[in-house]
């Protein structure tokens, strides 16, 4: 019996499945938060997880509803500084993984959490902001992208860049000196984008069950290429749909 289930599921369930057990990750609040906790309960029970505020080895009972949640401290293994979280463990490339979202992403996999429409001083509408963002995105080993689609959020080029990508093509990030990959997977509702070997822009390489090539380019601002073994997603199973719906019922 085939199972129902949501396109905002089927992407958390996909996000989740792409961190290992074992891995050291770099948590954002949000989407990624959920996708992370949701493998911690499911096939990664050994994942690592590390918040901005200080909370390494974090294993919350419930998601949590911001960097500062007393969850996060409470069972943690243990709660240092924030500078100690950038400077001994982010910066020196400690960290397998940044799990990142955003306002905008672009073909490049750039991020923009800052303005949006005008210019930085006066924008349209002002974002949070930064944050960890762009220290995550040059320094963890990899980065993964968690956002839906649609034309407002994937754009051509954003209108700020917060949290670097591979900026206008491939060599920028090591031009820079940055010392992690940068962005490998960007996993939406409707497939998985990876950026191509050669150009470092984004491709569709995987759709999510029942979605379709002509969706996924509609739902982006620039001319989106298609991998040439185009895959699809496996559908969530049924335990991952259980742990899912019960992690998120005790927001």
């Keep these: ?6 396109s905002d ?12 057990d074992g891995a050291k990750c770099f948590v954002g609040i949000g989407l990624p938060s959920t996708a992370a906790n949701l493998a911690r309960r499911t096939h990664a029970p050994n994942l690592v997880l590390i918040y901005e505020s200080g909370t390494l080895g974090t294993k919350p009972d419930r998601l949590p509803l911001s960097i500062g ?16 979280i950038f400077n001994y463990w982010l910066q020196p490339g400690r960290i397998d993984i940044g799990f990142l979202g955003g ?22 509408v002002r974002l949070p902001g930064a944050g960890g963002a762009p220290e995550i995105a040059a320094s963890c080993r990899e980065v993964l992208i968690v956002m839906r689609m649609s034309p407002r959020s994937f754009v051509d080029r954003v209108d700020f860049v917060t949290s670097l990508g ?56 620039w001319d989106l290429k298609v991998a040439d073994d185009l895959g699809t997603q496996d559908p969530p199973s049924e335990n991952e749909l259980e742990v899912l719906r019960a992690l998120k019922a005790t927001v």
Excluded: H, W
């Design 1 to 6: 019996m085939s199972l129902e289930f949501t």
């Design 69 to 84: 949640d007393g969850v996060l401290a409470d069972t943690a293994d243990s709660v240092i500084s924030v500078p100690e």
């Design 9 to 20: 599921e089927m992407m958390t369930v996909g996000a989740a499945r792409s961190l290992d």
């Design 166 to 221: 591979y900026g206008t093509g491939k060599g920028d990030r090591e031009a820079l000196g940055l010392r992690g990959r940068g962005p490998v997977k960007v996993i939406t509702d409707l497939g998985v984008l990876r950026p191509d070997p050669e150009t470092c822009e984004l491709t569709l390489t995987e759709l999510s069950p029942g979605s379709t090539v002509e969706q996924a380019k509609a739902a982006v601002g």
């Design 103 to 124: 306002a905008q992403v672009d073909r490049f996999g750039n991020i923009n959490t800052t303005v949006i429409g005008g210019d930085y001083r006066n924008p349209k």
